[in-house]
């Protein structure tokens, strides 16, 4: 018969994930295994936000896609996807 355990008696050991150490601190709303986009997009979104940020802050499209290892176009595609060109 298999049992479902409470865990203070498991064996659990929280490693985290490259996001954040623990998973039982983690401060995003949704484990980025349980989000349907997964592993990658975790830090596509935070690439994402930053992209946006700089260019309100005026950095040329160009330096953008330089520093993010992106293309131009890519650059336009997140600006233009949330309304920012």
Same mark, same amino acid.
């Given at each position: 018969m298999d ?8 064996q ?8 954040h150490?623990?998973? &039982? +601190?983690? $401060?995003? #709303? ?9 592993? =990658?997009?975790?830090? @596509?979104?935070?690439r ?8 309100r &802050? +005026?950095? $040329?499209? #160009?330096a953008?896609?330089r ?5 131009t =176009?890519?650059?336009? @595609?997140?600006?233009?996807?949330d309304?920012?060109?």
């Amino acid at each position: 018969m298999d049992i479902d355990r409470l865990p203070e008696y498991t064996q659990y050991q929280d490693e985290g994930c490259d996001l954040h150490p623990s998973c &039982l +601190g983690c $401060p995003l #709303p949704l484990c980025r295994y349980d989000d349907p986009g997964g592993r =990658r997009s975790g830090p @596509r979104a935070f690439r994402d936000r930053e992209i946006r940020r700089l260019r309100r &802050l +005026g950095h $040329p499209i #160009p330096a953008l896609a330089r520093r993010f290892g992106i293309s131009t =176009r890519t650059v336009h @595609r997140i600006l233009r996807r949330d309304g920012y060109e």
